[in-house]
């Protein structure tokens, strides 16, 4: 199997890198199959080279400068990845990163992992694990894909895969000495009986320690080795940041000379352990016991040591590391990502069900994966892929793989690596079976990593759905939608939907597949009216919608049937809008009602008519009740008032209102206009009949009382026949047309004409009269 590798960085690593696989060539390819590739190499500043069939090995060690030795100059290595999309399996990096962000190997792997061709991304250098853990293995896990970093502590010790490889054990605690400089400067001052700085100056001669060795001193280094560690003992992810760290810049000889006179050494020890459920981590100038083993360490030699809840404590070191050390951890990260095909696989196919769009015409399903050869995720492990839904037909036997299972047209197995299609044909399977299938269920088995880190082969499984799932449909603003016969994966190619009115007509809509494809883009609501559907001449009559859906299968079963009154319901809308602005014309309110309740659940292309139905009908209502409250209290000016606004909104129906004001107003006028005493009375009871409010009929039985008291007065006067009695009664009864007003009036006038007679006489006969006397001597009429 040869697995295709880019190579970014040629430095100390990646040229041992380039020497290991040479020396291993053979071994690899007879022991494990494995033949590796190396398609693209880059540098920063020697050339960035490829060649989708294999670079030549030896002339890349040999050369200085890399130009010239692949088909194709790319400008960086960004650029290298882009060319190599979909020719490469795996990305190693081995680039000095960043120790402050892990730049820019962080993002190369980062690309690695998102190509259209996503490849494993593997990387020697610590400060991409430390910045970029969660993020570099959720993409990988999302792209069926692996983040390995073997390298990145303790060069090719498999620290990594011990950690993920004690099954049922919980680690509680790593510690160790993970920076081989700080070891190698300590314990040269101890047996050297050197300086800080002579310890240093000898670790740059060594090539060990960097021109600027402030990160080993500080501890910053050793801080993110406990990260990198920490992810995978505990799972948890550990920015160096929250690391505390001891500084071995101030040590002194003596300080060293007087542990060892203690009989202890100085160690620059790293561990993280888990407590509370939190990560605590530190990186420590420690003075041990000989006895610890960590002691036993000398020179630039590393350990780890990993306390488990089952085991006693497991130490592992590493003495004296080289770049081969550091080479073969990428060797083993790349065997490893090709192991972890069979997580491939598991992530492949369940990525299946998001490719409907991308489904060929003549396939029903289908998916990537990533098959391989090595035992482990090949065309064998998918081993049993069919089976049958339907109980009845549960002794349907496994098909045969190869039976329908092809690969772009091509016979199955594909011979490409990489990942290749996984396809159905529906139509296939019917004629080989008989039966139809409405899914299809692939078993393999998958490598999957348990809560504590440990790989373990389980049994998984993907459901496919063949045929179309019409379940559930329902009608909104006039139209037909029916979501859930396009959800499923299933590769409709055609829609069919049959409307039949109850007991009478029915009517098919067909959708074709390019329809379908477009409105499966967005949400697929079907573009059916309903006044196509067979038409209703009642508003409460049922129409009843049922759908299939076909794909290479052949159609589905019919979909549970609807049964819907809101088609005719719609369908009559016409009629209704129109009945509407009828009922809005006449005014009626009772009938405006009426109409309204009629077209409460009808959508009207007019949005307005109905808010605007509903006002008017308040307004109508609102005024029909003020007439008939002033029609009760019978005051004829109320009712004259609210007349006037029931005519200014055109309330119909107010003839009884007003023939009832005219009756109220004569009655009033006669109250008003009644002569003397009789007439008065007599509209009086036409008042009484006519139920005036009490406050008019009031006014006039006062007027009455009055008239008749004068009436009184008058004849009292007449009696007494007395002038200035009956003058001031005929004052009083003035205007009262009384009945003894003329009577008084004629009194007086013959009195006064007496008494004037009288008053000539004696003048004549004694030369005057006295109008004393006249006033005491009443004359009888
Ligand atoms: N050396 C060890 O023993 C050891 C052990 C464990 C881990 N590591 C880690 O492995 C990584 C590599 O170490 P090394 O010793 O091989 O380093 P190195 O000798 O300095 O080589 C670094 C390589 O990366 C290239 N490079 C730098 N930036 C680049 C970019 N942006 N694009 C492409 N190439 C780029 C360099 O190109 P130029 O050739 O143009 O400079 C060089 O070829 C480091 O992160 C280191 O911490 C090393």
């Known amino acids: 199997m040869a697995v295709r590798v880019v190579l970014l960085g040629f430095g100390n690593v990646g040229k041992a890198f380039l020497r290991l696989l040479l020396d291993k060539e053979e071994l690899l390819l007879t022991r494990y199959d ?25 002339a890349c060690l040999a050369a200085s400068s890399l130009t010239g030795l692949g088909v194709t100059e790319l400008g960086d290595a960004q650029a290298l990845l882009a060319y190599l999309d979909g020719h490469c399996d795996a990305v190693l990096e081995a680039i000095n990163a960043s120790h402050s962000d892990g730049e820019p190997a962080l993002t190369l792997l980062q690309s690695a992992l998102s190509m259209s061709s996503p490849a494993h991304a593997i990387t020697a250098s610590k400060p991409p694990v430390a910045f970029g853990y969660r993020r570099l293995s959720e993409l990988a896990a999302a792209h069926g894909r692996r983040f390995l970093f073997e390298s990145s502590v303790m060069d090719g010790v498999p620290v990594f895969s011990l950690l993920r490889q004690l099954p049922g054990a919980c680690v509680c605690r790593v510690s160790g000495i993970l920076n081989s400089t700080t070891n190698l400067i300590l314990t040269r001052m101890d047996s050297m009986g050197c300086s800080l700085e002579e310890a240093v100056a000898f670790a740059q001669e060594q090539g060990i320690a960097e021109r600027d060795p402030s990160d080993d001193l500080d501890g910053k280094d050793a801080a993110m080795k406990i990260c990198c560690l920490s992810t995978v003992a505990f799972r948890r992810h550990l920015d160096p940041a929250q690391v505390s760290k001891d500084s071995i810049r101030g040590i002194t000889l003596s300080q060293v000379r007087a542990a060892t006179a203690r009989g202890n050494a100085l160690k620059m020890v790293c561990e993280a352990e888990l407590v509370d459920d939190e990560v605590r981590a530190a990186v420590s100038l420690r003075e041990l016991p000989l006895t610890d083993p960590l002691c036993g360490l000398k020179g630039a030699s590393a350990a780890v040591t990993v306390e488990t809840d089952v085991l006693g404590p497991v130490t592992v070191t590493s003495t004296n590391p080289t770049t081969l050390d550091t080479a073969y951890g990428l060797l083993q990260a790349l065997k490893l990502s090709n192991k972890a095909s069979l997580v491939a696989i598991q992530h492949s196919v369940a990525a299946g069900a998001r490719l409907r769009n991308d489904v060929q015409e003549e396939l029903l399903s289908s998916c990537y994966a990533f098959l391989g050869k090595d035992g482990v995720a090949d065309f064998g492990m998918v081993d049993q892929v069919i089976r049958e839904q339907c109980e009845s037909k549960k002794d349907v036997p496994p098909l045969n793989v190869e039976a329908f299972l092809s690969f772009k047209g091509r016979p199955w197995p594909p011979e490409r690596q990489g990942h290749p299609r996984l396809a159905a044909n529906n139509s296939l399977i019917r004629d080989q079976l008989g039966a139809k299938l409405d899914f299809m269920v692939f078993l393999y088995r998958k490598l999957d990593e348990d809560d504590d880190g440990c790989q373990r082969k389980n049994r998984g499984a993907s459901v496919f759905q063949l045929s179309p799932d019409v379940a559930l449909m329902s009608e909104r603003d006039g139209e037909l939608t029916g979501k859930q016969a396009f959800a499923r994966n299933a590769n409709c190619l055609k829609l069919e939907v049959l409307v039949k009115l109850e007991g009478g007509d029915e009517k098919s809509f067909l959708l ?145 209102a007003e023939a009832l004001l005219h009756h109220l107003q004569t009655v009033c006028k006669n109250l008003d206009t009644a002569k003397g005493i009789d007439a008065l009375r007599a509209a009086l009871r036409d008042g009484h009949e006519a139920r005036l409010p009490a406050a008019i009929l009031q006014r006039a039985v006062q007027r009455l009382g009055t008239r008749e008291a004068a009436q009184q007065g008058l004849e009292m006067a007449m009696e007494a026949a007395r002038v200035p009695v009956l003058r001031a009664a005929l004052d ?5 047309h009384l009945p003894s007003e003329e009577g008084a009036r004629s009194l007086l006038e013959a009195i006064t004409h007496s008494e004037n007679l009288l008053q000539a006489g004696p003048q004549k006969g004694r030369g005057g009269t006295s109008r004393a006397g006249s006033e005491q001597a009443p004359i009888s009429a």
């Open 512 to 656: 074709e597949e390019e329809k379908l494809r477009r409105l499966a883009e967005g949400l697929p609501e079907l573009p059916l009216q309903f006044k196509e559907m067979p038409d209703s001449s009642s508003s409460d009559a049922e129409h009843f919608v049922k759908m299939r859906a076909r794909n290479l299968g052949g159609w589905s079963t019919w979909s549970e049937e609807v049964v819907t009154s809101s088609i005719a319901r719609q369908q009559g809308a016409d009629n209704a809008q129109r009945a509407l602005e009828q009922a809005m014309e006449r005014r009626v309110p009772e009938d405006l009602m009426k109409v309204l309740k009629d077209v409460r659940d009808i959508e009207f292309d007019d949005k307005t008519l109905v808010s605007e139905a509903t006002e008017l009908l308040e307004t109508l209502q609102a005024v029909q009740t003020k007439v008939g409250e002033a029609m009760l209290s019978r005051e004829p000016e109320r009712l004259q008032h609210v007349l006037g606004e029931a005519h200014k909104v055109a309330l119909p129906g107010l003839q009884k």
């Open 34 to 58: 494995l033949k590796v590739q190396v398609v693209g190499l880059a540098t920063r500043s020697r050339g960035v080279v490829a060649d989708p069939k294999g670079l030549d090995l030896h």
């Open 732 to 736: 009083t009864a003035k205007d009262m």
